[in-house]
């Protein structure tokens, strides 16, 4: 960028910064400085190191679409949970504690299925906090997928998933005694940037309707950060009676989702991106009210007739006589009967932290307000840097901010990412890669300014500029 360049946008992002109506929430979080993204030492523990003095400066985080910075808050919960155990033991699953914020350990996962329904757009009898993303996925295919041969049986997904998706679906696929070049069916994209049409998508599901059991699909692609048309993919598959599940790893704390107003018939995610529970941190699934009946009391005869047949647990029983201990399982209506053992409430403490801070600030509404002014402002950034820069790379993801959500992928020259990335580093920039060519970047709404944009760009040229004089371009 030129030298005037750099000065508008810095202003223009100051300005910015100041009328955001949500700006109070970044000092929520514990977002590593430079200094400490230099170091290989750990760090001292105690909560007042993590809050680093004021001249030194924070780094540029735009990584949320992998693993979202810290709230502070969750020290704090943490610290509490852990007291809970120390003073209460077994007391800590049915005792309640005056002045303690947090819930028993047995109303835990209720807790946080209230906290995470608004953030998808379900009731909160259709949400449960539990598993893994993979795990919740294949959950959700045992007990939804029932293949026919004769009938049908294929599971469409697009050609470019993420890895464990498509392994889930190919290793459901054999568990059924199927092959996967029967019954797995690829979308592949016509657009060189992996870009998916929905007419593409709805192609494929006319072209095999009539022997398609289940549609596999992300809400938002990982690789292209593209926000797919949920509600109007999910309306036709239903349309030709395909049961959908979405994989919202990218799409939940990203952009507004209304799973219950769509009619989506089951979804799954992870909660270490956007929702900042932590690395590896506890999944949910949904599970929509349509699916999750339950006609029959656990005394009438053949009761296992009156909901869906699913992998079961005890945790999945009625709260009520879930510690009796008796060996007949009958679920509770609602997604909460899909769960098995009892949670880890080090994870739900954890993601519970975070999701207190959607509440404080506004919801998914206010945040995606922010977030589509935020991606918007880095995209316009990225079209001012000098022409010899803008030549080393492209944005891939879609222009529209209907059809993305935080992220812009970049696809760099070829042999330009390891420097680029080294070279961001050595400036106090975090984003991510994806080999061969593409870098991820993701300004959160919750913590990130319209001067990290600025900085990364500035970063990022520097970076070019390197990079471009070491292979000579």
């Given at each position: 960028?030129?030298?005037?360049?750099?000065?508008?946008?810095?202003?223009?992002?100051?300005?910015?910064?100041?009328?955001d109506p949500?700006?109070?929430?970044?000092?929520?979080?514990?977002?590593?400085t430079k200094?400490?993204?230099?170091?290989?030492?750990?760090?001292?523990?105690?909560?007042?190191?993590?809050?680093?003095?004021?001249?030194?400066?924070?780094?540029?985080?735009?990584?949320?679409?992998?693993?979202?910075?810290?709230?502070?808050?969750?020290?704090?919960?943490?610290?509490?949970?852990?007291?809970?155990?120390?003073?209460?033991?077994?007391?800590?699953?049915?005792?309640?504690?005056?002045?303690?914020?947090?819930?028993?350990?047995?109303?835990?996962?209720a807790?946080?299925?209230?906290?995470?329904?608004?953030?998808?757009?379900?009731?909160?009898?259709?949400?449960?906090?539990?598993?893994?993303?993979?795990?919740?996925?294949?959950?959700?295919?045992?007990?939804?997928?029932?293949?026919?041969?004769?009938?049908?049986?294929?599971?469409?997904?697009?050609?470019?998933?993420?890895?464990?998706?498509h392994?889930?679906?190919?290793?459901?696929i054999?568990?059924?005694?199927?092959?996967?070049?029967?019954?797995?069916?690829?979308?592949?994209?016509s657009?060189?940037?992996?870009?998916?049409?929905?007419?593409?998508?709805?192609?494929?599901?006319?072209a095999h309707?009539?022997?398609?059991?289940?549609l596999?699909?992300?809400?938002?692609?990982?690789?292209?950060?593209?926000?797919?048309?949920?509600?109007?993919?999910?309306?036709?598959?239903?349309?030709?009676?395909?049961?959908?599940?979405?994989d919202?790893?990218?799409?939940?704390?990203?952009?507004?989702?209304?799973?219950?107003?769509?009619?989506?018939?089951?979804?799954?995610?992870?909660?270490?991106?956007?929702?900042?529970?932590?690395p590896?941190?506890?999944?949910?699934?949904?599970?929509?009210?349509?699916?999750?009946?339950?006609?029959?009391?656990?005394?009438?005869?053949?009761?296992?007739?009156?909901?869906?047949?699913?992998?079961a647990?005890?945790?999945g029983?009625?709260?009520?006589?879930?510690?009796?201990?008796?060996?007949k399982?009958?679920?509770v209506?609602?997604?909460?009967?899909?769960?098995?053992?009892?949670?880890?409430?080090?994870?739900?403490?954890?993601?519970?932290?975070?999701?207190?801070?959607?509440?404080?600030?506004?919801?998914?509404?206010?945040?995606?307000?922010?977030?589509?002014?935020?991606?918007?402002?880095?995209?316009?950034?990225?079209?001012?840097?000098?022409?010899?820069?803008r030549?080393?790379?492209?944005?891939?993801?879609?222009?529209?901010?209907?059809?993305?959500?935080?992220?812009?992928?970049?696809?760099?020259?070829?042999?330009?990412?390891d420097?680029?990335?080294?070279?961001?580093?050595?400036?106090?920039?975090?984003?991510?890669?994806?080999?061969?060519?593409?870098?991820r970047?993701?300004?959160?709404?919750?913590?990130?300014?319209?001067?990290?944009?600025?900085?990364f760009?500035?970063?990022?040229?520097?970076?070019?500029?390197?990079?471009?004089?070491?292979?000579?371009?």
């Open positions: 960028m030129s030298t005037a360049a750099v000065q508008d946008a810095r202003k223009q992002a100051e300005a910015l910064d100041n009328e949500i700006a109070f929430v970044r000092d929520e979080f514990n977002i590593p200094a400490q993204i230099a170091s290989s030492r750990l760090a001292d523990s105690h909560p007042a190191a993590l809050s680093a003095p004021e001249d030194d400066a924070k780094c540029i985080y735009l990584c949320g679409n992998s693993l979202g910075v810290q709230p502070q808050r969750t020290v704090t919960r943490l610290n509490q949970y852990l007291t809970t155990w120390a003073t209460q033991g077994v007391q800590g699953h049915f005792k309640p504690l005056e002045e303690s914020p947090l819930p028993t350990w047995l109303d835990a996962d807790k946080a299925a209230e906290l995470i329904a608004p953030v998808v757009g379900a009731d909160v009898s259709e949400v449960a906090v539990m598993q893994t993303l993979t795990a919740n996925i294949h959950l959700l295919m045992s007990a939804f997928y029932r293949p026919d041969i004769n009938g049908r049986h294929k599971i469409i997904l697009e050609n470019k998933a993420f890895p464990s998706d392994f889930a679906v190919e290793t459901q054999r568990h059924h005694g199927l092959s996967t070049e029967k019954s797995m069916v690829l979308i592949e994209s657009s060189k940037d992996n870009i998916l049409s929905t007419e593409e998508v709805l192609s494929v599901i006319s309707a009539d022997t398609t059991a289940l596999l699909l992300p809400g938002i692609q990982y690789y292209t950060g593209q926000l797919l048309d949920i509600p109007a993919i999910t309306a036709f598959a239903h349309k030709h009676g395909i049961f959908v599940i979405w919202l790893a990218h799409a939940v704390g990203n952009v507004p989702l209304y799973l219950h107003d769509w009619g989506v018939d089951a979804a799954a995610w992870c909660s270490y991106k956007y929702l900042n529970g932590g590896g941190c506890i999944g949910g699934l949904f599970v929509h009210t349509n699916n999750s009946v339950v006609t029959k009391e656990i005394t009438d005869e053949k009761p296992e007739e009156g909901y869906n047949n699913r992998l647990g005890w945790w029983n009625d709260k009520k006589t879930r510690f009796v201990m008796a060996n399982f009958h679920p209506a609602g997604a909460a009967g899909f769960q098995l053992s009892n949670p880890s409430i080090l994870d739900i403490t954890s993601l519970s932290a975070s999701l207190e801070i959607f509440q404080e600030a506004g919801g998914m509404e206010a945040l995606r307000s922010k977030s589509l002014k935020l991606t918007n402002f880095l995209e316009a950034t990225l079209g001012q840097m000098k022409e010899e820069d030549a080393h790379f492209r944005i891939i993801t879609p222009s529209k901010p209907k059809e993305r959500g935080a992220q812009l992928s970049l696809m760099l020259s070829d042999g330009l990412l420097t680029v990335m080294k070279e961001l580093e050595a400036r106090g920039v975090i984003v991510d890669e994806r080999k061969p060519n593409v870098i970047v993701a300004p959160a709404p919750l913590y990130n300014t319209f001067s990290d944009c600025v900085l760009v500035e970063a990022f040229s520097a970076a070019l500029e390197v990079a471009a004089k070491q292979h000579a371009l």
